[in-house]
């Protein structure tokens, strides 16, 4: 079974920038919303950012609200996280996956990890 497959993490100090790609295991244009969640040592894989499927419509968890912005580019089949002003506590390993309504349609990859230094 394909998994997706997310690029783009790294080690960056409090403040900085990066942008997170995801390829996801079947066609962007597929008519499902994409989504990317993360998973903190110890913690619970928590929602981070939603886009529709033509990509009119965004949604983020509070936390990240006026700092991230999801994206996506059905031709070249990636889904994009641009994450501005990180803080430590948003270090996680970030994964993407196509949605259902609330149901991932294929099984999480290995995601990729972020790591904020303060």
């Known amino acids: 079974q394909a998994l997706p497959v997310e690029s783009g993490g790294g080690l960056v100090q409090a403040g900085g920038s990066l942008r997170l790609s995801c390829a996801p295991a079947?066609?962007?244009?597929?008519?499902?919303?994409m989504v990317w969640y993360r998973q903190a040592p110890g913690k619970e894989r928590e929602f981070v950012a939603r886009i529709t499927w033509t990509g009119a419509r965004t949604y983020y968890t509070d936390s990240v609200k006026g700092r991230f912005t999801i994206s996506r580019d059905n031709a070249k089949n990636t889904v994009y996280l641009q994450m501005n002003k990180l803080k430590p506590e948003d270090t996680a390993i970030y994964s993407c996956?196509?949605?259902?309504?609330?149901?991932?349609?294929?099984?999480w990859g290995q995601g990729t990890q972020v790591t904020v230094s303060s």
């Open positions: 996956n196509r949605v259902d309504g609330l149901r991932p349609v294929d099984s």
């Open positions: 079947g066609r962007t244009d597929s008519f499902y919303d």
